[in-house]
């Protein structure tokens, strides 16, 4: 079994203790960066999810391999970001208010910090006026992304970005909105206004350059 294999075998299996050790040494053996977190991560991550909805697994199995994640994106996380250059611009992001996922957004944070932004993580289940109060006290933000989950998520999203665009008129800034997480489709990043849309973490730190004219 190659090491990417191995490391997702312990992410689906939920092996938080292996997870790490498995990963550095993936990468001592010369494996991408990338590649681990996309062939070893991304994809463990989708048979867990279904595997959920086959009610093989339950929200604890769940929880456990997303732990196991968290772990391995940690010690990948500098070979990530060696990718990147000097600070090009500022981005706020959060995950919106009544959702707790936060891997996707971490890497989604991760890749655009590999993409020479300064991030500002808001964390999870932030409310639309953390947003705003972020927005207030770093003037020089350019870009704001959104995450949500749940499609029951998604109005909190289309809340968030409503605020977001209020704040920018009355403002008068330049800001950028972009969107994302699995639920969200570019019918709806248009429908509540933003500037892009991407499906995934690479995408992401694509667009952020993009929206700022990079
Ligand atoms: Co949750 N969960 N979960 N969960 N969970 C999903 C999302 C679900 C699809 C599982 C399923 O049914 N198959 C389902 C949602 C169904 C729906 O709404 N249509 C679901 C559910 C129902 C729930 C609960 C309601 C379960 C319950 O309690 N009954 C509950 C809700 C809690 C809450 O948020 N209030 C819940 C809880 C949890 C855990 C806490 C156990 C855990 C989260 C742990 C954590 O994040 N710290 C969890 C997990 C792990 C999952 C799955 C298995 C994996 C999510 C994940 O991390 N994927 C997930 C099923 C699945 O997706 N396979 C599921 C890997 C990650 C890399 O992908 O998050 O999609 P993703 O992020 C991608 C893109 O979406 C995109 O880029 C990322 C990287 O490529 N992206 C952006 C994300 N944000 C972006 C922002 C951008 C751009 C791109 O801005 C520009």
């Not at 463990?44 to 279904?50: L, N, R």
């Not at 590999?114 to 020089?140: C, H, M, R, S, Y």
Request: aromatic fraction near 4%.
């Amino acid at each position: 079994m190659s090491k990417i294999a191995e490391v997702k075998a312990a992410v689906e299996n939920g092996k938080v203790k292996i997870v790490a050790g498995l990963v550095q040494e993936a990468l001592d053996s010369g494996a991408d960066a990338k590649q681990i977190l996309n062939e070893g991560m991304i994809d463990a991550m989708a048979v867990v999810g279904a595997r959920f909805q086959k009610n093989e697994i339950f929200v604890p199995e769940m929880l456990i391999a997303a732990r196991a994640m968290k772990k391995g994106i940690e010690i990948l996380q500098p070979a990530l970001k060696a990718a990147g250059s000097e600070p090009v611009a500022k981005l706020i992001i959060g995950t919106v208010a009544g959702d707790l996922h936060d891997i996707g957004k971490n890497l989604v944070a991760m890749m655009i910090e590999g993409a020479g932004f300064e991030v500002t993580d808001l964390g999870v289940d932030v409310p639309k006026e953390k947003f705003i109060e972020e927005l207030k006290a770093q003037p020089d933000v350019k870009v704001v992304a959104l995450s949500a989950l749940l499609t029951t998520t998604m109005p909190a999203l289309k809340e968030a970005a409503e605020a977001i665009l209020a704040y920018k008129k009355e403002s008068g800034r330049d800001l950028k909105l972009i969107v994302g997480g699995a639920p969200i489709t570019p019918a709806f990043a248009d429908e509540v206004g933003a500037d892009g849309y991407s499906e995934d973490a690479a995408s992401a730190a694509e667009l952020a350059k993009k929206v700022i004219g990079l």
